[in-house]
């Protein structure tokens, strides 16, 4: 069982920046055995569905970003402290949503790390980043 705990969320100014983080209770990320895992950054707003942000193939280090945020998010790994990152910097107002870290081993095609929720079966309980204009 893969437990995710995310933190880091709050409230800032546009044009300002974040991180939040995805603690991982399972320690999958060196393991031979499942270097094949994929690490997503998801988001939500009330009424709406939820929306894939950034993901990371956590063996080959492989990104994909939603074209929303390319260029000013970036997702990370630090495999020593069993943690996934999302730096958001340039914030917008319509960034503004509960942030979800997402886990799974088969959310990959052909090596590259997807963006559908419905890929992803271990999920945190969610950390609201605010952002106002």
């Known amino acids: 069982q893969v437990q995710l705990v995310e933190s880091g969320g709050g409230s800032v100014q546009a044009g300002g920046s974040l991180r939040v983080s995805c603690e991982v209770s399972?320690?999958?990320?060196?393991?031979?055995?499942?270097?094949?895992?994929?690490m997503a950054w998801f988001r939500q707003v009330p009424g709406k569905e939820r929306e894939g942000v950034a993901s990371i193939f956590t063996g080959s280090g492989r990104t994909t970003y939603a074209d929303s945020v390319e260029g000013r998010f970036t997702i990370s790994q630090d495999k020593a402290e069993n943690t996934l990152y999302l730096q958001m910097n340039s914030l917008k107002p319509e960034d503004t949503a509960m942030y979800y870290c997402a886990a799974d081993r088969r959310a990959v095609v052909g090596g590259t790390p997807l963006l559908s929720s419905r890929r992803y079966n271990y999920w945190g309980q969610g950390t609201q980043v605010t952002v106002s204009s």
């Open positions: 399972q320690y999958m990320h060196s393991s031979p055995l499942i270097t094949t895992y994929c």
